[in-house]
C-alpha cells in the first residue's frame, strides 16, 4: 500500500497554520526539522487536529504541544489516524521550521486486493474474479500494442484487437479475410396454372320491405273564450276648497355665533429709513474653541482616533523611556493586540519617538499602519509619522507579527529602547 505525501509547510514564527485539510480516511505521522542556525530563541512546535464543525480549543485534538526541537534536529510523531473533514494545524516559535505529512489511505477501494495490477497488456481489477479491459476512444489507442492486445473501444462501443495490418473489431462480421464468390442462381420454377371461377348462378334480390304506418290526422283548433269586463268608471273630480287665514310670525330666532374666518391681511407698510447695524463677529471654529473640549482640557489629536489603549509617554533623561499610565521603570516591555490599534501620547516625551520591527535582517522603522497628529490636527501618515516629539501617534498593529519582533527607541539616544511583544486573538 503506497505512502503519500499529504502537505508541507514552513510557517511563520508563532502562526497557526493548516498543515493538511483531509477528504479522505488516513494513517498519518507528521515529520518536524528544525532548520535553524542559532540555538536562540529556543524552537518550540504545537501539532493538532481540529474535526470538523468544533468551535472550542477544548475539543481539538493536541499530538504535541510547545515540544523543543533542537537546532539542526528532526523528528517523526507517532502514528494517528484523520478522518475526512479534519484539519491538521502546526506553529512554531521560529519560522525556519518545517512540516511535512505522510500518510496512508484507509479506503477499501485502494487496499491491496483492489489496487490495480499490471500484466503483460491486460490491467485486472475489482472483485469477484472481475477481469475489466482496458477502454478508450479510438484516438486513444495504444500505439506500443503489441499484436493480440485486446480494449474496449467507447466510440464503435465493440472489443476490438490489435492485428498485424492494424486495428480489427471482435465478433462483428467485420474481419479483413477475402469474401467467398457468390454462387450462381438457381432456374425459375414453372408458373402453374389459374384455377376455373365457380358456375354457380346468382340469385335474385329480395323486395324491398314496406314502410311504417300512415300519419294521423290533425286535430282541430278550439274557439277562444270571451274577454271579461273592464272596472267601474272614473268618479268626478270634487271643488277646491278655500285658502286658510295666514298663520301668525314666529318669534326671532338666537344671534348665531361669532365667525371664525378672518379677514384678509392688509399690506405690508413700508420700510424703515433708519441704518442696518453692523455684523456680530464670528464665534470660534477651532476644536479649543468647543466648551466640552475646555473643560475636559483635550486636544484634537487625543481624539483623532479610536484606540484600545493610550500610553503616556515620557522620559528618564536621556537614558530611558518610560509608559507610567500602564507600566512602571525604565524602558519596559510594552504587550500590542494584533489588527487593534493603539496610541502614544508624546506631549511629554522631548525625545524623537519611533516605532522598528525585524522582518529577517534587522530592526527597521515601521512604514505602514501609522498616523501622528499634532495638537492642532494637523496629519501625518507612515514613515513621515515616525521621530515625533509632540502629539499623538497612532499603530496599526498587523495581525500577523514580524518574524523578529518589534521595538521602541528614540532615534536620537539609542539606549532609550525597550521590547514590544505583539499577542494574538487566538493566544489570549
Known sequence: MPILRLGLSN???NTDSVLYNSNANYLVSVVVANKAINATPVTKVSIWVVPPNTVQASQYAYIASNLVVEVGQ?????????????TIYVK??????????????????????NIAQTLTNKVIRGDNNTLYLESGTTGQRPASAE??????????????????????????????????????????????????????????????????????????????????????PTGPTGATGASGAAGATGA???????????????????????PTGPTGATGAATFSGTTD???????????????????????NGTTAYQFN??????????????????????????????????????????????????????????ANAQGKTTGTLYWNVPVTAASGGYRYICASHAGMTGTITHKSLNSI
Open 147 to 232: 499484436t493480440g492486445y485486446v480494449r474496449f473501444n467507447t466510440e464503435t462501443e465493440n472489443l476490438e484487437v490489435k492485428v498485424s495490418a492494424g486495428w480489427e473489431e471482435v465478433g462483428t462480421g467485420t474481419g479483413s479475410g477475402v469474401t467467398g464468390p457468390v454462387g450462381p442462381t438457381g432456374a425459375s420454377g414453372v408458373t402453374g396454372p389459374t384455377g376455373a371461377t365457380g358456375a354457380g348462378p346468382t340469385g335474385p334480390t329480395g323486395p324491398t320491405g314496406p314502410s311504417g304506418g300512415p300519419t294521423g290526422p290533425t286535430g282541430a283548433t278550439g274557439t277562444a273564450g270571451p274577454t271579461g269586463p273592464s272596472g267601474g
Open 92 to 113: 512554531t516559535s521560529v519560522a525556519q521550521t518545517s512540516f511535512s505529512i505522510n500518510g496512508v489511505s484507509q479506503e477499501d477501494s485502494i487496499q491491496p486486493e
Open 293 to 315: 473640549a475646555t473643560a475636559a482640557s483635550v486636544t484634537i489629536d487625543e481624539v483623532a482616533h479610536s484606540a484600545i489603549a493610550r500610553l503616556v509617554v515620557t522620559a
Open 11 to 13: 510557517p511563520a514564527a
Open 325 to 382: 499610565s500602564h507600566y512602571s521603570g525604565d524602558d519596559p516591555t510594552i504587550f500590542v493586540l494584533g489588527g487593534a490599534t493603539i496610541a502614544f501620547n508624546l506631549s511629554e516625551a522631548s525625545h524623537p519617538f519611533k516605532l522598528q520591527h525585524d522582518i529577517g535582517s534587522g530592526f527597521v522603522d515601521i512604514s505602514t499602519g501609522l498616523i501622528h497628529s499634532t495638537p492642532s490636527g494637523t496629519l501625518t501618515t507612515n
Open 252 to 274: 326671532t330666532g338666537p344671534t348665531g355665533a361669532a365667525s371664525t374666518v378672518t379677514g384678509p391681511a392688509g399690506p405690508t407698510g413700508p420700510t424703515g429709513a433708519g
Open 74 to 86: 528532526s523528528f517523526e510523531t507517532f502514528r494517528f489516524a484523520i478522518n475526512s473533514g479534519d
